[in-house]
């Protein structure tokens, strides 16, 4: 028989430990058993822990997933430390019967709550996107504050090739004139060879080049001092050029091709002397710089009365008893006559 001195529960604890040797089981304390079965502390033992070796891992919940989309349906779960087949780790899918339907899809216009926030078609992560469109040409501003939404706001556009909102003129469909802005938004400024133009050299500074020379250049602008046309017909002097008006000096002053013409400036009027006394007659004026007989007939004067008799002219002298008025003066065998037979005076 075991003796002992032990008493009260000393010896109470010898007994059921000197019983339990007896049946061969050993006796585990409550915080024995815990260090044992529940390794991670985590209130879950094995084997209901999936993990006791993390207590951030227990006994997971799993979702039907009848879209595949990877999103579960928060209404169904089941618990199990490895995931069932056709399950989800999450419950977010707003309708698990549309794989296109889930937090991750983007939202579109389709009256469908597509990212399943609760709102539909609201914009966030909506699809098309709108871009500003200042300037009203048909083509947005890539770096605006764009819209999302169904419909095109006012002044929005589904357009972002714009480079210049600011500018009517200036957009993808604009031609690149000649004015040093990329017109066309390529990225080149009047790169567009149909308005590039040939320029010339201008010697005489009268804006007009010198027809005798090739171009200098041909592009939108040319060299300092050179001009867009070869009109010039002397590059040596500044007073002749197109723009010159012709007057009688002997020069082709408009570089028209003609000298001194009927119609220069301060070219005097002549009348018809068909009889070549010097003197013209009144109703036949023309203008001319110069009237050179066989060609031109003509005197600067309207003085003759009788443009068929060279003898009857302001020169000539009265003749008495012809019955002529010799001298154009307006009278016949007037005071001072000359007799015809004589050389005498007077009537």
Excluded at 234 to 251: K, L, S
Aim: charged residues 30%.
């Amino acid at each position: 028989m075991l003796r002992t001195r032990a008493s009260g529960g000393r010896l109470q604890t010898r007994w059921l430990t000197f019983l339990l040797l007896l049946s061969g089981c050993f006796y585990v304390s409550a915080d024995e058993h815990s260090a044992r079965w529940d390794v991670d502390q985590d209130g879950m033992e094995r084997p209901e822990d999936c993990d006791d070796k993390d207590k951030n891992v227990q006994e997971l919940t799993w979702y039907d997933d009848a879209d595949g989309d990877g999103f579960g349906d928060g209404g169904t779960g089941v618990s199990a430390c490895e995931q069932p087949a056709g399950t989800s780790a999450n419950g977010d899918d707003c309708d698990d019967a549309v794989a296109t339907t889930n937090p991750d899809a983007a939202e579109l216009c389709n009256e469908v709550d597509d990212d399943c926030n609760e709102l539909v078609d609201d914009g966030e992560g909506l699809v098309p996107l709108w871009f500003p469109d200042d300037d009203g040409d048909g083509f947005g501003d890539p770096t605006g504050n764009l819209v999302m939404a169904c419909d095109a706001p006012p002044g929005f556009v589904a357009d972002n090739t714009d480079c210049d909102d600011g500018d009517t003129y200036v957009n993808p469909d604009a031609e690149d004139i000649c004015d040093g802005i990329n017109n066309d938004c390529e990225g080149i400024d009047d790169d567009d060879e149909a308005y590039w133009v040939d320029w010339y050299v201008d010697g005489d500074g009268d804006l007009y080049g010198d027809e005798d020379t090739l171009p200098t250049v041909t592009a939108c602008f040319g060299n300092l001092g050179d001009v867009a046309n070869f009109d010039d017909c002397d590059d040596g002097d500044g007073d002749i050029n197109p723009d010159e008006d012709e007057i009688c000096d002997g020069v082709d002053n408009d570089c028209d091709g003609a000298t001194d013409p009927a119609d220069s400036v301060g070219a005097p009027e002549w009348f018809d002397d068909l009889d070549e006394d010097g003197y013209g007659v009144a109703g036949t004026l023309f203008t001319q710089c110069v009237c050179v007989p066989p060609f031109c007939l003509g005197s600067p004067n309207a003085q003759d009365c009788d443009d068929t008799n060279p003898n009857i002219s302001p020169l000539a002298d009265e003749i008495c008893g012809n019955l002529i008025d010799d001298n154009c003066l307006g009278g016949v065998d007037e005071i001072g006559c000359i007799n015809c037979d004589t050389a005498d005076t007077g009537c």
